[in-house]
């Protein structure tokens, strides 16, 4: 079986409502916890090559160099 962004979509769904059951092409899946829920949204979003929508991408930090002199 091969991972889609409609699974992806149907075990964030899931995680929205705060259930830990999911049914995907018929089959029904309960995890354990919410922290398995997690897992496999994150694994089925690197899978399929999206991102973790759980866990938005970080803006990249930027660093800030002052120079002073007496003049």
Partial sequence: MALTQTHLNTLVEAWAAGTT??????KRVDYRSMRD???AIA?????I???NPLHP????S?????KFSRG
């Fill in 21 to 26: 059951s999911v049914t995907i092409d018929g």
């Fill in 37 to 39: 829920l997690e897992t």
């Fill in 43 to 47: 694994v089925t979003a690197k899978v």
């Fill in 49 to 51: 090559g999206a991102p």
């Fill in 57 to 60: 991408a970080q803006p990249v």
């Fill in 62 to 66: 930027r660093t800030s160099v002052t």
